[in-house]
């Protein structure tokens, strides 16, 4: 499963996610237009701790990148609208792609994108704590 967070534009918010989405193991933590401090700060540091854990991190400069390279079953970009998920019921060649600031994806980038939200989980809430919701959901489905 990957689990992108587009256009953030904070250094913290991409060490959250980024730790977040490393936590739980279960997924391929993806930075997707990261944009000013993010991209200059948050994607070295986000790289000098998946070199000290070992574990995969993908910097892609849109969704339609996500969707080309590594062609996932579904793609869903959460935006508290669209069709309802059950992150328990996602099957591991999805990408979820969370909000990462104000930026939105243009409609260009969500041809092949459905909107979501997540069953039970308000509207507006950061993208690492939706990574750590969606994550959380999926390990306990047993």
Request: glycine fraction near 10%; aromatic fraction near 8%; proline fraction near 8%.
């Amino acid at each position: 499963m990957y689990i992108g967070l587009y256009g953030s534009s904070s250094v913290q918010r991409i060490m959250d996610f980024v730790r977040t989405v490393y936590n739980f193991g279960e997924a391929t933590p993806v930075i997707i237009r990261p944009v000013g401090a993010a991209a200059q700060i948050g994607v070295p540091e986000a790289y000098k701790l998946s070199y000290k854990l070992g574990k995969p991190l993908i910097v892609l400069p849109s969704i339609n990148d996500l969707v080309e390279i590594f062609k996932p079953s579904k793609t869903y970009y959460i935006s508290g609208r669209g069709v309802s998920l059950d992150p328990a019921e996602l099957s591991t060649d999805t990408a979820i792609v969370l909000p990462g600031g104000e930026m939105e994806p243009g409609k260009d980038e969500t041809v092949n994108v459905k909107k979501a939200s997540i069953i039970g989980v308000p509207p507006g809430l950061p993208g690492s704590v939706l990574a750590g919701i969606i994550l959380y959901r999926r390990c306990s489905k047993a």
